[in-house]
């Protein structure tokens, strides 16, 4: 069974400038989250999904993250502007059924300079 | 705010002994508790999930449960230098809520 699938695993830009990465979760799950770590810490959840519902986005940053699950399984995370405090690695996982074990991917590791 | 704590180590061992990796929660409405491991520059990976008071065995891992206590813990039997990461403690209040993460506890296993 394939896992998670992040893209891309690196980015590194400018602050102000934008940017957006991609999960794939593993198939057939329903819930998609996606978490912020910062150096040191335990991962922030920033949004979760339900298929294509929102079920939790109360610490996302709406003013300047966004995402979305078209469809029920790829999700996307943006965000515009990018601000130096937002260098982190930005984990998805997904899970499925009552147990609701959560399952990672690699993350991508956003610097911003 | 919910929160989950443990402590930040480093908690060394030396290698064949036992780890005990201990978590605390705010919650007492939680029902579902999770431990994962990260090693460095990688991403977290579920070691095993509890949801009853009491004791689940998994190998050389063991996770005890105290609802009352508002208490998790993580043993490692046998501790290997392949143990060495950080170990993460996650709670859930209900299904279909969010998880909460500790801060982790970083782990070594010295030969």
């Known amino acids: 069974e394939a896992g998670v699938a992040q893209s891309p695993r690196y980015k590194i830009i400018e602050k102000r400038q934008s940017v957006a990465f991609w999960c794939n979760p593993i198939s057939g799950h329903a819930t998609l989250y996606w978490y912020q770590q910062i150096l040191g810490q335990g991962p922030k959840l920033l949004i979760q999904?339900?298929?294509?519902?929102?079920?939790?986005d109360s610490q996302l940053p709406k003013d300047r993250f966004s995402a979305e699950r078209l469809k029920g399984v790829d999700s996307t995370l943006k965000i515009q502007p990018a601000k130096l405090e937002d260098s982190a690695v930005y984990l998805c996982?997904?899970?499925?059924?009552?147990?609701?074990?959560?399952?990672f991917g690699p993350g991508t590791r956003l610097t911003v300079t | 705010q919910k929160e989950v704590e443990q402590n930040s180590g480093p908690l060394s061992v030396p290698e064949g002994a036992i780890a005990s990796l201990n978590c605390t929660y705010s919650d007492r409405g939680s029902q579902s508790f999770f431990w994962y491991r990260q090693y460095s520059g990688k991403s977290p990976e579920l070691i095993m999930s509890i949801y009853s008071n009491g004791d689940k065995e998994d190998g050389r891992f063991t996770a005890q449960l105290n609802k009352a206590s508002q208490y998790v813990s993580l043993l490692i039997r046998d501790s290997q230098p392949s143990d060495s990461a950080t170990y993460l403690c996650a709670v859930r209040a209900n299904y279909g809520q969010n998880f909460v993460f500790g801060p982790g506890t970083r782990l070594s296993v010295l030969p």
């Open positions: 999904f339900q298929n294509n519902g929102v079920v939790d």
């Open positions: 996982a997904s899970s499925f059924g009552v147990k609701d074990e959560q399952y």
